[in-house]
Structure formats: structure tokens, C-alpha cells
């Protein structure tokens, strides 16, 4: 779209070419109405992509966000997307030391390997059954709220009556996750592994008054109705591809290069102003959407911002020759590294972590954790690679808020970097590096993003993966029917700072479609 082919009037203008974005622009352009989209970067899908981050290396690694949990498979049908995730056979593998060995807990691969790895660990059952118990009682949460997620947002009182479940209402919504992760487990290692799904991309302690804690552990667990996280055949970008391709397909226009500035509205009709390398050109719509944090919504409307936010984690890729053989002997590492594996990410670790991080400090024992997509996808590897037996690494480390990388992003990032692969050696029967792919350049294949990059890349404020902290799956008073409202009738917000927003879900993005849908039937 020419910047200078003067204003045209559309439905809509989606401010974000990201998931969220395109899945409004589909839904919106399939029910018949005139859709734009507008982006700043040069292609879409904002983290949601697959790139070759290695100079002359065909490996299509998801860079950012990289599991797939969130998304309903309500959205895939509404919107026929030829997309398709796989379940990962291994949640997870902890590695630990007990007795002067090297041993580690093993989750996945059928009840019996699961309880043998527990009472291996542990000495004996007590803490299988809890974890059980635990478990159970989390997926029956999910089955419950995760269909509300595309549903007008229910009240805080609907929304426990749907759970009813007191105990998990008290554990999950009303004390801090740590009084439950204590009250059910015993072993330090089983409580870290528990834990850390309330640490994803969120700064905070087990016992934090705020429950930000508790409301990252809430999506993390309800996703699908089960909780499981799964692999995204061919790469996060086959998702946007998809939803891109539904969207064009259905007539949206999809405009590259096209960087949002300005939102004027009155409250029925909108015009945003956008720049391109050519100049500036102006879009005028009924309804605008955007697919931007709140602060940049802010910014384009003229309103105050909102509190800022903070990421506060690292993301690592990496590509390997082969995967390191393990210090723990009883343990394949193919299986090891199919599901999540937990580095220094012990409940005390995690505590002194987030301790050392609050005083202004990197943590001495960076936590982190692992997984390998082309053990269950080799899809985003070539034929040459993934014959000659290369594997991917992606490493999403907790507890490095934004904060320490103000006084030289480049240099705390390599530090960290250094640190944390450190942990990650002590567990392997061999050094990570020996096992480092190379580029064409000769240069190892890994690269780190600290919050400050994802700020810069992506215009994530403050590098926060969720653009702000996750907000609870219920109405409170400054939240609309759908959650995704702001004070101007025609502008909502469809990115992840909306309600029920964060992940790669496309949650956000069908709600702010609904509510354009149901104000203009």
C-alpha cells in the first residue's frame, strides 16, 4: 500500500503484524469485512517466527517464543490454518547429585518410568503421589478455565464457581503458589521443578505478595485443557505463515514497512497515520486494533502511559553436532533433552536466584532450562543436517530481570552467558562447546538475547515477553466484556498486555475480533 495513494477507509487497521494481529485480521476479513494491517518490521509474525540465525546453516530455529500451549484448537479450526503441533514424549529431566552420585528425576515416558524415577530420587513414594495429587488437581482447573478464554471474561465469582474447587482456588488464586508448592512437597528438587512454571519471563519469589507468581503458574498449567506444552511442527513461524496466509486469503492486507505513529479517534471513527520509507500516509477505519504492548498504545493515542514493565529472562539458541552425553549415566540424553530440562533450578536455588537478582546482582547460579526441538520436530533442520545427526538447543533462563543489563548490555550478556552454560557443563560428561556447531564464518552457532535486545528487536517494553504482568482470566472493574477495551470505544488493544494475553495463544486477537463483530452486527 503506497504511502502516498492518499486515505482509504477500512473496518479495520490492526496496529502489529505479530500472531495476535493476524488472527484479528482473519477472523475479521472471513466475516466479510475490510481489514489492514499494519507493520513495522519487514515481514510479520513478531515473535512468533522461524529464522536462520547462522550465517550459511539451514537450521530454521524459532528464535523467540518457541512452545506451543495456549493456542485453542477452537482458533486452528475457526480459521483452517494448516498448522500442527507434536506432544513431546518427556515433560521433563532434572539433573541432581544424591549421595556423592550423579543421578537426576526423569518425568514422561509412562506412569511406571515416572513413579521408578521418583522413588529412585527420593527413597520412596510419598512424593509421586503428591505429585499426583497435585497435578490432578491442576488439570482440573485447566479443563475448566481454559474454554473461558474465548468466552466473554466471566466474573471473579462465575469464574470460581466454574473451578469449584476450593483448595485449588485458595493454592492457585488467593495464597502465594509457595505456601502450596510446601504444603504438598517435600524434596527440594521436586519443589524447584514445580515452581518454575510460576518464573517464565517473571520476576518474583515463591512467597510474593503481589501473586504475579501464581497468575504466570496459572497459564503456564491450564494450557489446552491440560497443561501440556508442545512442539510446533516446522518452527514457531509455521504458525504465522499460516495465520498470514489465512488472513491475505480472506482479503485482509497485510502491509510490511509500515510503521503506526499516530491514533486519532473521536470514538466512531479512527484515522491512523503510518510511515513508510516513502513518506507518511493516513488509514482511516470504524475500528482500530493493536497489537502492541500498552505503552505503545499510549504513545499512538496520546493517553498516559502505564507503569513500565520489566522482562526477565535470557533466551538462548544454539545448534549442536550432537547432543553432550550426561553426567547421570541412567539417562539417554535424546531423552533427557526432549522435554524441559532443569538447570541449578532447585526451590532454594530459585530463592537465592531471585535474592541476589533484587540486590542488583547477576545470580551466581543462573537457572535455566532446555529443551531440544528437533528431537520431536527435525522438520526445521536440512536433510543434510539432520542426517549427519545435528540437534537444536533452545535455553530460556530465569531470574535476570532488565535491570542488570543497564550499565552494558553487552558485556553482562556474555557474562551471563558464561555462567549459566557453566551450570549447564557441570551436568554433562563432556563440554558443551566441544558438541557447538559452526557457521560459515567458523563462529559457534549460538546466540543470547537479554531483555534489553528483545526491547530493541521487537519493542517488547522493557524486554517483558507478556508486555506486562499476566493479568487473572476474570473481569475486574477497568476490564470490558472481552477484555480487551481501553477508554476509546473503537480501539482495543489485541496484543498480549490485553486480559488473558501473554504466550503464543492468538487469545487476545479473537477477543478483540469478537468485540468488533458484536459492536458492528
Request: with cysteine; proline share 6%; aromatic share 6%.
Amino acid at each position: 500500500m503506497p504511502a502516498n495513494e492518499g486515505t482509504r477507509t477500512y473496518d479495520a487497521v490492526i496496529v502489529g503484524g505479530g500472531h495476535n494481529g493476524l488472527v484479528a485480521a482473519a477472523y475479521l476479513a472471513r466475516a466479510g469485512r475490510s481489514v489492514l494491517v499494519l507493520e513495522r518490521l519487514d515481514h510479520t509474525g513478531g515473535a512468533a517466527i522461524s529464522t536462520r540465525p547462522f550465517a550459511g546453516v539451514d537450521a530454521r530455529l524459532s528464535r523467540y517464543s518457541y512452545l506451543v500451549s495456549l493456542l485453542p484448537n477452537k482458533i486452528v479450526r475457526d480459521l483452517a490454518l494448516d498448522f500442527r503441533v507434536r506432544s513431546r514424549t518427556i515433560s521433563s529431566y532434572t539433573p541432581a547429585e544424591r549421595d556423592g552420585r550423579p543421578t537426576g528425576l526423569l518425568v514422561g515416558g509412562g506412569e511406571q518410568r515416572t513413579r521408578e524415577a521418583f522413588a529412585r530420587l527420593t527413597g520412596g513414594e510419598r512424593e509421586y503421589q503428591a505429585w499426583q495429587r497435585f497435578y490432578g488437581m491442576t488439570t482440573r482447573v485447566a479443563e475448566r478455565v481454559f474454554p473461558t478464554l474465548t468466552e466473554p471474561l466471566p466474573t471473579r465469582d462465575e469464574l470460581r464457581r466454574r473451578i469449584d474447587d476450593d483448595t485449588a482456588w485458595r493454592a492457585l488464586f488467593e495464597e502465594p503458589i509457595g505456601v502450596a508448592v510446601e504444603e504438598n512437597f517435600t524434596d527440594d528438587l521436586v519443589r524447584g521443578v514445580v515452581l518454575t512454571d510460576a518464573l517464565i519471563g517473571t520476576f518474583a519469589d515463591a512467597h510474593d505478595p503481589s501473586l504475579a507468581q501464581n497468575r504466570c503458574f496459572l497459564y503456564h498449567v491450564i494450557g489446552g485443557g491440560t497443561g501440556a506444552w508442545d512442539v510446533p511442527v516446522g518452527g514457531m513461524g509455521a504458525l504465522t505463515d499460516a495465520l498470514a496466509d489465512a488472513a491475505r486469503s480472506a482479503g485482509a492486507v497485510l502491509a510490511t514497512g509500515h510503521e503506526a505513529v499516530r491514533i486519532a479517534t473521536d470514538g466512531h471513527t479512527a484515522e491512523v497515520t503510518y510511515r513508510t520509507a516513502d513518506g507518511e500516509g493516513v488509514a482511516a477505519a470504524r475500528h482500530v486494533l493493536v497489537n502492541a504492548s500498552p505503552q505503545e498504545l499510549a504513545r499512538l493515542t496520546g493517553d498516559p502511559s502505564p507503569e513500565p514493565a520489566e522482562g526477565a529472562q535470557l533466551k538462548v539458541n544454539m545448534l549442536l553436532t550432537r547432543l553432550p552425553e550426561l553426567r547421570d549415566p541412567a539417562v539417554d540424553p535424546r531423552e533427557a533433552f526432549a522435554g524441559t530440562f532443569h538447570i541449578a533450578e532447585g526451590y532454594r536455588q530459585l530463592a537465592t536466584a531471585h535474592a541476589q537478582a533484587a540486590a542488583g546482582e547477576l545470580p551466581a547460579v543462573p537457572p535455566s532450562e532446555i529443551y531440544c526441538h528437533s528431537l520431536t520436530d527435525p522438520t526445521i533442520l536440512g536433510p543434510e543436517l539432520a542426517e549427519r545427526g545435528y540437534q537444536t538447543l533452545t535455553l530460556f533462563g530465569l531470574h535476570t530481570p532488565a535491570r542488570l543489563f543497564d550499565r552494558d548490555n553487552d558485556a553482562v550478556r556474555e557474562e551471563l552467558l558464561k555462567s549459566t552454560l557453566a551450570q549447564l557443563d557441570a551436568q554433562l560428561a563432556e563440554p558443551l562447546a566441544d558438541c557447538l556447531a559452526t557457521d560459515a564464518d567458523g563462529r559457534p552457532c549460538i546466540e543470547a538475547k537479554t531483555p534489553l535486545d528483545l526491547e530493541r528487536d521487537l519493542g517488547l517494553p522493557g524486554g517483558n515477553i507478556f508486555h506486562r504482568a499476566l493479568s487473572w482470566p476474570y473481569a475486574q472493574a477497568e476490564t470490558g466484556r472481552w477484555g480487551v477495551e481501553t477508554r476509546h470505544t473503537n480501539v482495543l488493544l489485541c496484543g498480549a498486555g490485553a486480559v488473558r494475553g501473554g504466550g503464543v495463544s492468538g487469545v487476545p486477537g479473537h477477543n478483540a475480533a469478537m468485540a468488533v463483530l458484536e459492536a458492528t452486527e
